[in-house]
C-alpha cells in the first residue's frame, strides 16, 4: 500500500512537472509570437511611411493652377525740347503657375492600423510668372531719343507684377490650394488609404 502511494504521489510530481514546462514552453512561445508580430506591424509601419515619404519626393514641385493671359505695354520718350520723339509698343503673353514648390517638405501622421494618414503640406506659393511670346507691333525710333531693351523689359517685368497681383486678389492661390488639396486626396487614396486628413500651411501671399 505504502508502495502504490509513493508511485501514486510520484506520478502526480511528474505529471506536475511536465505540466509546468509545457506551460513554460507555450508562455516562451506565444512570447516570442508577440514580440515577431509587433516587429512584423512595426515594419510594415516603418514601409508605408517609406512609401508615402518616396511618393511625396517624387512629387517634387506641384503646379496646381496656371493661368494664361495677354498684354500690351507702351513706351514712349521725347528729347530735344520734345521734336525728337521715340515709341514702342508690344504685345505679350505669359503663364502664371501657382501650387507647391517642394512636398517633400510635408509632415504627415500613419494611423498604427495604417489605414489612416494625416498629412500637412507646405503652403501654396506663386511658382513661377513666365512670358510664353512677345511681338512688337507698333514701333518708331530716333537716336536721339532712343528706347533701350532694358527699359522695355522694364516695364514688361512691371505689367508682369501687375497682373499677377490681380490674379491673387481674385483667387489664384485660394484655387490653387483646393486643387493641391485635391491631388495630394486622389494620391494617398491610391495607395490605400481609407481616410486622408489634409492640413495647408500658409504662405505670406495668401
Known sequence: MAQLQKKARHFVRSLVIKIGVILLCA???GTALFFA???YNKQRFTAVSAMVSNQLIQCAELTA????YSDIVSLKKSEVLGLAKSYTIIRYSGTIRA??????????TVSPDRTSIKIRLPPVTILGNDI???EVFDERKNIFAP???REIFEEIDNAKNKIEQTLIVQGLIQEAEVQSVL???RLLSAMGFKSVEVELSKGSNI
Open 37 to 39: 508580430w509587433k516587429e
Open 132 to 134: 510664353s511670346s512677345m
Open 27 to 29: 508562455a516562451a512561445l
Open 183 to 185: 491631388v495630394i486626396r
Open 147 to 149: 528706347i533701350s531693351s
Open 65 to 68: 493652377v496656371k493661368a494664361v
Open 99 to 108: 501650387g507647391i514648390d517642394d512636398f517633400s517638405a510635408s509632415s504627415f
